[in-house]
């Protein structure tokens, strides 16, 4: 009777879970668990659930169980309105065909979407992303600015990481990248370990950018060879 009591409120869904970590009491083992409780009035909690068995000095057999119940329906929310919004901004780089990176800043490894590495033609399966793999892709006359870039902001000697760079391609192209990064953990000392970041393929704006600057240069060109001619028939 106690024992329906006791899982009466209990979700029936989130009952297994329970009789799971029951099993675990009876057989004298701590158990730790995560449900959800009906109260009275129809609204729903989530409970963290810490038992510990309890011994008899003398004999060693089990006399009962004791544990700790926390009501954890606010952290609940708050990680369920963490994973929506991660889901939202997902859709949304997946929709703006950006690369997404999350870089490891000790270890230098990094875990990007599907865009990212479709973006320098690798197939999402098969791609790993690496600091080293990054730098070696890195077009030669891009190494400096990048390098100064990045230790300045990773010092905190610039408030953002905003830079423009080429990446050789799988087919051995250049495509021109926009970076956007930002840091997001530190460690007990203060140090830099985590950076979260954008790429965004802007090769055709830089296209148009070179042939812009070309027409100039060929405007130019035209304007003083014609300022040459008047001087010459003056």
Do not use: C
Request: zero cysteines; a negative charge.
């Amino acid at each position: 009777e106690n024992g329906d009591a006791y899982l009466e409120p209990i979700l029936p869904e989130d009952r297994i879970v329970v009789f799971a970590a029951l099993q675990q009491q009876a057989n004298g083992e701590e158990s730790e668990m995560e449900y959800r409780v009906m109260q009275p009035n129809g609204s729903i909690r989530w409970v963290h659930d810490r038992s510990f068995p309890i011994f008899d000095e003398k004999t060693g057999s089990l006399i009962r169980t004791a544990g700790i119940i926390t009501d954890v329906t606010e952290q609940k929310r708050t990680e369920a309105a963490l994973r929506e919004g991660e889901e939202r901004l997902r859709l949304s780089i997946s929709a703006a065909k950006q690369g997404l990176y999350d870089l490891n800043l000790q270890t230098g490894e990094a875990i990007v979407n599907r865009e990212y590495a479709e973006m320098l033609g690798y197939d999402p399966e098969t791609f790993s992303e690496t600091n080293q793999a990054w730098l070696e892709r890195l077009h030669p006359d891009d190494h400096a600015t990048t390098a100064k870039m990045y230790d300045e902001y990773i010092h905190g000697l610039i408030p953002e990481y905003r830079l423009e760079f080429r990446q050789r391609t799988r087919d051995g192209k250049w495509k021109w990248i926009l970076s956007l990064g930002k840091i997001v953990e530190y460690d007990a000392d203060g140090k830099p370990t985590r950076m979260l970041g954008t790429h965004t393929d802007i090769t055709e704006h830089k296209q148009a950018e070179l042939d812009l600057q070309k027409r100039a240069s060929h405007l130019a060109l035209i304007n003083e060879v014609g300022r040459e001619i008047t001087s010459l028939l003056d």
